[in-house]
């Protein structure tokens, strides 16, 4: 996508899978129903989904990617020890370090 184009591209996307969707679950024999708070965290989720996508579009065209790339691995287990309680293992804090490092040798160069 060009980045002329702007946001319009990906807000259209995303209109039309409203578009789609949300006939399909009306018309669903299954009746389809969530609870008021179910439903505002589906719509929270959908939302974030959305700002996700605007944001990796803005990062693929600023060239911000390759940072987002080495810190991929850190992300599940810096997760997992927030979320989870897990504990780091001596590998895993070695490629939390790796990657800290991999992030501060791409800013220099």
């Not at 299954?30 to 989904?49: D, H, N, Q, Y």
């Amino acid at each position: 996508m060009p980045a002329d184009a702007g946001f319009w591209p990906i807000a259209l996307s995303r209109a039309v899978s409203a578009c789609a969707i949300v006939p399909l679950v009306l018309l669903s024999s299954a009746g389809f129903r969530l609870p008021g708070v179910t439903a505002l965290k589906a719509a929270a989720v959908g939302a974030l989904g959305s700002v996700a996508i605007l944001l990796y579009w803005y990062a693929t065209h600023r060239q911000l990617v390759a940072v987002a790339t080495v810190l991929y691995p850190a992300i599940p287990v810096v997760l997992a020890m927030l979320f989870l309680r897990e504990r780091a293992r001596r590998t895993q804090v070695a490629g939390l370090l790796g990657a800290g490092a991999a992030v501060g040798l791409i800013a220099v160069g």
